[in-house]
């Protein structure tokens, strides 16, 4: 909808076709900063007659609008709308010409998500319509939904179909429906579907639809990302949906992806970057899972994942401490699983993250903070009724998180941040030999690092924590720290065999720095390329963190089990500016077998004192490498 807008902040209170004193022009869709920290905005814009004929039908589509939505048109109330994620939609009588206005309120509800806290910027939470803005032409009969739930039924697959037909003169007809695979050869199918619908009114049609021989869309790494397009059709007028057949749950400790035991490696993503971006940085990281932490990206997120084989967590949009209405944040789950839940790559949904913070001030090291994490997570009081109840509104075969945060909360996926919170990174095994539990599904872990070294102090962080932790405004040892940490604590968690790990977080949300691997403009820092390497599908690890390591172990995340040669190289370190260079060390190598989805402890190396260690794991296909330095 290609229009100028103008906008204003009005009085969240006020009532009537909204009017602020002062217009403004914005670009829409957007987050206008001007309006950064407002608690209301109107916005406006005018447009001719859309229609070229009388008997056409004007549709307004508003994607995006956060958080709660009222919509006037000509000086009438069209309506309001209050989940963000779901597009609203109005049909409208148009004038010849259309006084289009609509009014963003911040939420006055938990559900705010992430954005209502201060982990992201003002101007991230700008009350407005941010993904999209369309005007539909449709006849006086058309296709008003079509909504697709794949699910996998042993050796066969099914799709149930919903199609939603609105028409004015009402019919008793049939819809065509066909489905057919998108870019590989399998079989299709095509049937019709009667529907009846009296005039003035609309009506949903159902029908399952069974694929035989099924091809199943699969993580990055692990198979290829087969996807099936159904298309609905109606006279004149049809539209499409596209979907896969991917089913993750819960075994006990274990993660089962279509069935097959799976480990899932990835970054929690704050709202604010480029969907595209933030997915092909994650694949380059050798990542095969994002959670959207505490908020719903727009659908180009999701589809950006299908298409490059990236699980989903997605969370509903509910952070922090205090009590929520419980029959809300079912409608949402409902919501949420209707408007995305035909997406193959969403893989869990979250419901209530990081309710309680056990640990607002740092703890150090050593045996007493061990006893102090002990008794605060011990002392943490966290009611999971009402999180859980707004999980079982999600689909029976959906996989639902409740409750994810820090120990002490009874979490169903663990936010662990040794190395910040408490003690060194390498407390990460202590807390993991307490916690057993905490190690099968870990949500968030990480630190902080600076991007630039201009003294900027804003950020999403504690820097009273990392200036605890790093003792410096030097950008390169901030980042070095958080390198250090986020390897040891994701190697760790491989070796231990986690189901599931995701860093908190892929990319800053401010420029002067953060939790993310990258810097707000996109820029990596150092952490990116450990964390890279700590991913990759296959790789050797030492056993244990640098300086207590006795062993190397070699773990493998594929569906088929590798066979090669693993090198190591011991040796002095050069400094952090030269981690590729081993010098006057010992050199071995040996032959190493890696079942599939296990790991290998490979006994003939030995790690005497060393500055710097490298290992390679070479295979038929590629050849894997990494450092350590001490």
């Not at 003690?423 to 905490?438: C, F, I, T």
């Not at 790789?539 to 040669?565: C, H, I, K, S, W």
């Amino acid at each position: 909808m290609a229009v100028e807008w103008t906008a204003g902040t009005v009085d969240p209170s006020s009532s009537g076709q909204p009017a602020p004193d002062e217009w403004t022009a914005v670009e829409v869709p957007g987050r206008p900063e001007r309006f950064a920290g407002a608690a209301a905005v109107a916005y406006r814009t005018t447009f001719p007659d859309p229609r070229s004929t009388d008997d056409q039908r004007a549709i307004l589509e508003l994607y995006g609008t956060y958080a709660h939505a009222e919509v006037w048109l000509n000086g009438d109330r069209l309506g309001t709308h209050d989940a963000y994620f779901v597009p609203a939609r109005f049909e409208f009588e148009p004038e010849a010409e259309n006084d289009l206005r609509v009014i963003c309120r911040a939420p006055t509800d938990r559900f705010g998500g992430v954005q209502a806290t201060d982990r992201v910027p003002d101007e991230t939470a700008v009350p407005g319509i941010w993904w999209d803005v369309a005007l539909r032409i449709r006849p006086p009969t058309y296709v008003a939904d079509l909504s697709l739930a794949p699910r996998r039924t042993g050796d066969a697959a099914e799709i149930d179909v919903a199609v939603t037909v609105d028409s004015l003169e009402g019919i008793d007809d049939r819809v065509t429906l066909s489905l057919r695979p998108e870019g590989f050869r399998g079989g299709g199918a095509m049937e019709r579907l009667p529907i009846e619908v009296p005039p003035g009114d609309r009506a949903t049609a159902r029908r399952t639809i069974e694929v035989r021989d099924p091809r199943y869309w699969w993580p990055n790494g692990l198979g290829e990302q087969h996807r099936y397009v159904v298309r609905a059709k109606l006279g004149d007028h049809e539209t499409t949906a596209t979907t896969g057949f991917c089913d993750v749950e819960r075994d006990g400790e274990a993660l089962l992806v279509n069935g097959e035991p799976a480990a899932l490696r990835g970054f929690d993503v704050l709202p604010g970057g480029d969907p595209a971006a933030d997915v092909e940085a994650a694949v380059a990281a050798n990542a095969n899972l994002l959670r959207a932490y505490g908020h719903v990206p727009r659908r180009a997120f999701h589809e950006a994942c299908t298409e490059a084989g990236l699980l989903v967590w997605q969370d509903l949009p509910l952070v922090g401490a205090g009590p929520f209405d419980v029959e809300r944040g079912r409608t949402l789950a409902r919501a949420l699983a209707d408007e995305y839940g035909q997406e193959p790559s969403v893989a869990a949904y979250g419901v209530h993250a990081d309710p309680v913070d056990p640990f607002p001030d740092p703890i150090g090291g050593g045996r007493l903070s061990r006893l102090r994490v002990r008794w605060r997570a011990w002392r943490t009081s966290y009611d999971r009724g009402p999180a859980e109840r707004v999980a079982d509104a999600f689909p029976d075969d959906a996989l639902a998180l409740p409750v994810s945060g820090k120990p002490g909360t009874a979490p169903d996926a663990a936010s662990l941040y040794p190395g910040w919170d408490f003690g060194a990174p390498a407390d990460v095994e202590w807390l993991l030999d307490r916690y057993p539990s905490a190690g099968e599904l870990v949500g968030e872990f990480g630190a902080a690092a600076l991007a630039r070294g201009d003294g900027n102090r804003s950020g999403d962080f504690d820097w009273t924590v990392h200036d605890a932790r790093v003792g410096s405004d030097d950008p390169e040892a901030s980042q070095t720290y958080q390198a250090r940490l986020l390897k040891t604590i994701a190697e760790t968690l491989r070796r231990r065999g986690s189901a599931l790990q995701a860093a908190y977080c892929l990319r800053d949300p401010r420029p002067a720095g953060g939790m993310g691997v990258l810097t707000a403009d996109g820029d990596r820092k150092r952490a990116f390329e450990a964390v890279a390497d700590s991913f990759e599908p296959v790789q050797a690890f030492l056993d244990g963190p640098p300086g207590n390591a006795d062993g190397v172990v070699l773990r493998n995340d594929t569906r088929t089990a590798v066979e090669g040669t693993l090198t190591w190289s011991i040796g002095e370190s050069n400094g952090p500016g030269a981690a590729t260079e081993v010098s006057d060390g010992t050199d071995g190598s040996v032959e190493a077998t890696v079942p599939a989805g296990g790991r290998t402890r490979v006994e003939e190396v030995e790690l005497p004192d060393a500055g710097a260690i490298e290992l390679e794991f070479a295979t038929e296909d590629r050849s894997v490498r990494n450092e350590y330095l001490f």
